[in-house]
């Protein structure tokens, strides 16, 4: 039995196929077809199935992530929403929290004003109104909802949000509007803000609603698309697709819940960073994945993926209130283009020159200097090498493209590569700072993992900057995406808004919440035909103290509490409280906001067993070059360092080299400057180390 | 501008450093400190500064109307300690909240950390925040609008040392505990903000252990001359000119004292080359009794900077621009002293926030006559409301700051719903308020139908109505109730903000913009308009698609399209 991760990215759709009878890993790579990315998938697939003589009806499921949602919000193309909210509140979704996004800016746009999700002719108002406990002041008026329904059939409206004050307290009204507009418009994409986020702030949930509703139709009908064709090319396989919490979900519960894929297509790489640090016995793991015109960075910290927290969680400027792993993207990548700005400063991005024209050096019509052109320059790139000789790149383009700059800062050109390439390294530690050192975390606490093209090239830079003594980069950098998928496991969340204080707690409340919350997601999981007996659930609540605006997530021992578990719950809140902003208040009463679950399915067989071992293509000769000139910089002055150039592909497990050396392979080549180490784990991981540090 | 050489790409890392450790002391302030007003509505600011108080970095989320005033914050206490033939110690940290040296105004309390390398002097860390209460004359520290002189607004801070040799003063921490209401919360926040501002002193250290203090100096020098060179570049670019406008506050409408009303802010900005200067004669004389004068550094002074470089450097268009001080070097602002815009102590200050913003308004009218595709038309100006209520052992108190609207801009119509120039805060969510207070709002919608109208049309305010569940009170400090926000180039005037009160009875009855604290029964409903903006161009060329879809959209009514806009329906 075959599973194979399928991870759709900007440049490139990739393969990663596992073989659980001989523990066999197949990988392969195609062009993305932006397009329809259903293409290059199911292309893809046929292809690596005949490259390797598997047989198609012995692939038993499919991971899947896809950036179909993602680009719907961040192109602005998605479906035409109607809304139906409370008379009095038409334009919440407009006012949004009265801030602007930018404080110096007269000509700034407003993403929930300028990009409406719902333009206001199709946000319409009926009389219904609960108070805060969920107890109805005004019944709902059904007979005035026929013509809006009437007036959206009119204007092509395929898919409708309900979102009332309170629905988190009590989604009768949600639920008997649905119940209207599903007979009425049965093309319709439907959705209500309790089934999509049932907590309490308007704006955030009719947001998170309406970005559900843009995105519904294209998602759903994309998923319902791949489903069919999968089926088509491998009969017996399960689809599994990726969410933003970094768990999987059915097909079905995506066509339900389609805003549960907004970072599907990210939070992979984030996954087999946390895989790998649990097999290396890592609590502390910074992940980062450079590639052409973006990095990404995750943060694992105590063995557990950060969240992104509540407050912060947005996507292209809406704010949207669901779990999410948080990924920190910042526009710095191999395409990041060198200039000298108005003022007179000298920036590295976020402009890219992207796929195309991409780096000078591609000789694609480029002439912009970027940080590919200044690694070729220095001698970090061998232009020859790069995807195994099938692409070269000239340095000579790039030394010309750097002239430019070089000569208005009255600086040579080696000088310029380096400085680019500490602008940079500067860039992506100020970011990984932002995840850190400021939210109180030590980042020479953590080592580093570096892939994708460019993390492994730029990552010991980034190390160095921030005090880190260990880099590690995985077999193959290049693939972690596809592979991240294939580790993952399906997971479903359910959250309630309780707002129930200390002092007046009810515990059989809680009790009881818990376990229709434990019923729900069960019964999701019936619905998926999954094994019940292997789910495994996961208490969380957020707290904050009375007045509080924000709330810290604390886990919950158990979701059958008592008397004792709760104290103990209070206390691991004060504590986390310090932790976090360095004080509490051991006497002020605690606001239990909402109190969340998480449900995981088991794997059968643990996912310890995959490795990228047997991934290696073996019909690629192995080529010994000499020695070369590299520049690093020592001191703030850039030095040539005579540097070996070494195959990954020799590499074997204990092998030990002191820097520098440049090692290359098919889709990414590391860098280990002076005053670093590199060493080969038994699974061919490499591990970096800074020198001064070493001496066990 | 400095002649002293610095690699190119170093100072560009040394940059990047100084914005991350402002931006660390903001993160630390935000999440250390105990009241909502700083964690939730982002009222501080955090900045580091050189030893004479220029600054050279501040936080990315901090308030401008917080970190903008921190260096006359330490100006100020620079000055106030040579007049007491004092000076800066290593192990001192200083207290300050002087609006007539340096200050915001007194809620706004600063606390400076002094940055020492060989035991010379060499920089400032400095937190600012916006406190709930500073022992003034009735609780809280918004909608005091009868506070008759400086003392009346609680305690004044004039470079108070708050430690000394590392230790704590002791007797000054007591003072603060006994004269300040709710004193675990304020004098905790207090404390949040040495926190910060002994971190960003540690770090801004660490930074000049790393490099030197030559080369931090040199790249600070060189930050602060590339913020200059951008300035003046936009400067430059404006055309030569003198440009004059004024408009006008309400003032105490409700007052038969006719000097409380109708109050007159002026500007005349001329440009020559890459500088431009800001003279507020013409301004009305201050107000010797109630506090809606303003103190000419730290608010006239930030509201007219944070304007220009709105307008001048906008970050839509320029990306994110350091703010430090080379950025004002090329202007100027001067105001008669004894103005609204320069009073002379003791004349209280307190409410000074929507006469602020008015400073801001004026300043953009006069740039349009230059810049006419950068600005906005009249904007719409803020009220804040204090809510309050309930008895000896559960008292609460609820402020909402009221939104208004931008006036329509060149190529697109007014900002809708927002905070205006120099305030930029966050409102509350309805299911928190009801879910916490005897209070149910029964309407948040925008205002329709009244919005400016023009080629370009002014944004528009909102409708919010609050019913009261419970006696309570309430306290008010807006402005814009009279004047209603300009039309540019042929654009017609937004509209005016409205409060109304509406009693059990359905008596309703209107409101001025400034109330002191007044008792409000059960059932009663309070019902607040927010101003529409100024429209932009002729109405005449405004493009039928946008008046299509304004009717569609039921922003305007059928009778202004066809009687506004003379569209045939």
Redesign the interface.
């Known amino acids: 039995m075959y599973s194979i991760g399928i991870d759709v990215g900007g440049t490139f759709t990739d393969f990663f196929c596992f073989d659980h009878s001989d523990q066999k890993t197949f990988v392969y790579k195609t062009a993305s077809t932006p397009d329809d990315p259903s293409k290059a998938v199911c292309a893809g697939l046929e292809a690596l199935l005949t490259k390797y003589s598997i047989k198609a009806t012995d692939v038993s499921t499919i991971f899947h992530g896809t950036t179909v949602g993602t680009n719907s919000i961040l192109e602005g193309k998605g479906a035409k929403v109607g809304l139906i909210t409370n008379s ?5 979704l ?7 996004p ?9 993403p929930w ?2 990009r409406a999700l719902i ?3 199709f946000r319409k108002t009926v009389n219904c109104r609960l ?2 406990s969920g107890n109805e002041i005004t019944p709902l008026d059904e007979k005035s909802i026929l013509a809006h329904l009437e007036f959206f059939e009119e204007n092509n409206v395929n898919s409708v949000l309900i979102a009332f ?2 629905s ?1 307290r009590n989604n009768a009204h949600e639920r008997r509007v649905s119940e209207l507009v599903r007979d009425q418009m049965p093309n319709a994409f439907v959705t209500t803000s309790s089934s999509v986020s049932p907590q ?5 949930r009719f947001t998170t609603g309406a970005v559900a509703a843009f995105i519904g139709p294209k998602v759903t009908g994309y998923i319902d698309n791949l489903s069919l064709t999968l089926k088509k090319i491998c009969q017996n396989a399960e689809l599994r697709i990726m969410t933003s919490s970094g768990g999987l979900a059915t097909p079905e519960m995506i066509m339900r819940h389609p805003e549960l894929t907004l970072l599907s297509g990210l939070v992979a790489g984030a996954n087999a960073g946390l895989w790998l640090a649990s097999k290396k016995k890592m609590k502390n793991l910074i992940t980062l994945d450079i590639g052409g015109t973006s990095a990404d960075i995750s943060i694992i910290n105590n063995g557990q993926l950060n969240e992104v927290s509540s407050r912060n969680a947005s996507i292209s400027g809406y704010p949207v209130q669901l779990p999410m792993i948080d990924i920190h993207t910042i526009g710095a990548g191999g395409g990041s283009i060198a200039r000298v700005d ?6 590295v991005g976020p402009e890219s020159a992207g796929a195309s024209p991409g780096p000078a050096c591609y000789n694609l019509g480029g002439s912009k200097p970027t940080v590919t052109d200044a690694n070729l320059v220095l001698g970090r790139l061998l232009g020859d090498r790069i995807l195994d000789g099938r692409m070269t790149l000239d340095s000579q383009i790039a030394e010309t493209s750097l002239k430019e700059v070089s000569s208005t ?1 009255g ?1 040579n050109i080696n ?1 310029t590569a ?2 680019t390439i ?2 940079l390294n ?2 992506m530690a ?1 970011a990984i ?2 995840r850190t ?4 975390i030590d980042p020479r606490d953590f080592s580093l993992c570096a892939f994708g093209g460019g993390g492994p090239l730029q990552a010991v830079g980034v190390a160095e900057i921030l005090g880190i003594n260990e880099v590690i980069v995985p077999q193959a950098p290049g693939i972690m995406c596809a592979f991240g998928l294939l580790i993952s496991r399906v997971e479903y969340h359910s959250v309630k808004t309780l ?1 129930m204080t200390k002092t007046q707690f009810n515990l059989s409340t809680l009790n009881e919440t818990l376990s229709e919350m434990k019923s729900y997601l069960t019964s999701i999981f019936e619905r998926d035909k999954a094994d019940t007996k292997l789910i495994c659930f996961e208490a969380f609540t957020d707290l904050r103290y009375v ?4 709330e810290l997530k604390v886990p919950l021992n158990s979701d059958v509490l008592k008397l004792e578990d709760l104290e103990q719950v209070w206390d691991a809140f004060h504590k986390q409280h310090k932790q ?4 509490n ?1 051991l006497s002020a009463d605690i606001e239990m906001v909402s109190v969340k679950l998480k449900a995981q399915i088991k794997k059968e067989n643990s996912s310890d067993e995959f490795s990228f071992e047997n991934s290696i293509d073996e019909t690629v000769s192995r080529l010994n070059l000499p020695n070369t000139k590299v520049e690093f910089s020592i001191d ?1 002055k850039p030095q040539s360092f005579e540097t070996e150039i070494i195959d990954r592909k020799t590499l074997t497990g204990g092998t030990q080299k002191a820097g520098p050396n440049v090692i290359y392979q098919e889709d990414s080549t590391t860098v280990v400057p002076p005053g670093w180490t590199m060493s080969v784990d038994d699974d061919l991981t490499l591990r970096l180390r800074k020198l001064d540090n070493n001496n066990e | 501008m400095n002649d002293k050489k610095i690699d190119p790409f170093l100072a560009s890392v040394i940059h990047g450093a100084l914005e991350d450790i402002a931006l660390e002391m903001g993160q630390k302030l935000m999440r250390m400190s105990y009241s909502s007003i700083i964690r939730e509505s982002e009222d501080f600011g955090t900045a580091l500064t050189d030893q004479t108080g220029r600054q050279l970095c501040e936080c990315t989320m901090s308030t401008p109307l917080q970190s903008g005033p921190i260096p006359g914050y330490v100006m100020g206490v620079l000055e106030e300690l040579k007049g007491r033939g004092d000076a800066v110690k290593p192990g001192d940290i200083f207290m300050h909240n002087d609006p007539y040296n340096g200050a915001s105004h007194g809620p706004d309390v600063g606390f400076l950390v002094p940055v020492f390398s060989n035991n010379d002097l060499v920089g400032f860390s400095v937190t600012t925040a916006h406190h709930l209460d500073v022992g003034a004359l009735t609780p809280g520290s918004c909608g005091i609008v009868d506070a008759v002189d400086a003392y009346a607004e609680g305690l004044q801070f004039k470079a108070v040392r708050v430690y000394e040799n590392n230790k704590k003063v002791e007797p000054v921490w007591q003072i603060l505990r006994s004269n300040i209401r709710m004193p675990d919360l304020v004098v905790g926040d207090m404390e949040a903000q040495v926190s910060a501002a002994r971190i960003g002193a540690e770090r801004f250290n660490d930074l000049i252990q790393k490099y030197g203090l030559e080369t931090i100096t040199a790249a600070y020098e060189n930050l602060l001359d590339y913020s200059e060179t951008l300035m003046r570049k936009a400067i430059n670019e404006v055309p030569d000119g003198t440009y004059y406008a004024e408009t006008f506050i309400d003032g105490f409408l409700d007052s038969e004292d006719e000097n409380l009303k109708d109050i007159k802010i002026a500007a005349s900005i001329n440009v020559t080359g890459s500088n431009l200067t800001v003279d507020l004669e013409g301004t009305s004389k201050q107000i010797d009794n109630k506090p809606i004068n303003m103190p000419f550094v730290g608010t006239v002074d930030c509201a007219i900077w944070l304007t220009l470089r709105s307008i001048l450097l906008d970050s839509n268009e320029f990306g994110s621009i350091p703010q430090n001080s080379g950025l004002t070097r090329p202007i100027d602002i001067t105001a008669p002293l004894g103005s609204l815009a320069n009073p002379i102590f003791p004349a209280p200050v307190i409410a000074r926030f929507c006469p602020g913003n008015a400073v801001a308004d004026t300043v953009m009218k006069a740039m349009s006559q230059a810049v006419p595709e950068k600005v906005s038309a009249g904007i719409g100006n803020l009220r804040v409301v204090a809510f309050s209520g309930g008895r000896a052992d559960s008292q609460w108190v609820h402020m909402e700051i009221m939104e208004g609207s931008y006036g329509g801009r060149y190529g697109q119509d007014g900002m809708d719903a927002v905070d205006t120039l120099y305030a930029n805060t966050r409102n509350n969510p309805i299911e928190d308020i009801e879910s916490h207070l005897p209070l149910r709002v029964l309407k948040y919608e925008l205002r329709e139908a009244d919005a400016g109208h023009g080629k370009w049309r002014g944004g528009l305010g909102t409708v919010r109505l609050f019913e009261f569940l419970d006696d309570g009170a309430i306290s008010i400090e807006g402005d814009g109730h009279k004047y209603e926000p300009w039309g540019f180039d042929g654009g017609a005037s937004g509209s005016t903000a409205e409060i109304n009160l509406v009693e059990q009875s359905n008596n309703k009855s209107s409101l001025p913009s400034k109330i002191p604290y007044k008792p409000i029964p059960v059932g009663t409903k309070i019902e607040v308009l927010g101003p529409n903006g100024g429209g932009y161009g002729s109405k005449s060329e405004r493009d039928p698609e946008l008046i299509k879809s304004d009717l569609e959209n039921e922003i305007i009514t059928e009778k202004i399209a066809k009687d506004e806009y003379n569209m045939i329906l």
């Open positions: 009095g509140f038409r334009d919440i407009h006012i949004g929290r009265h801030q602007r930018q404080h110096y800016s007269i000509g700034q746009e407003i004003q300028n333009e206001r002719k108070d805060s004050l309170f988190y309490f702030r308007e704006f955030e108005a003022g007179g400063g000298f920036k800062l600086s000088q380096l400085g500490s602008v500067n860039n100020s700072r932002s050192i400021q939210k109180g707002l007045g509080q605006g924000y976090e902003y360095g004080h208040f703030g």
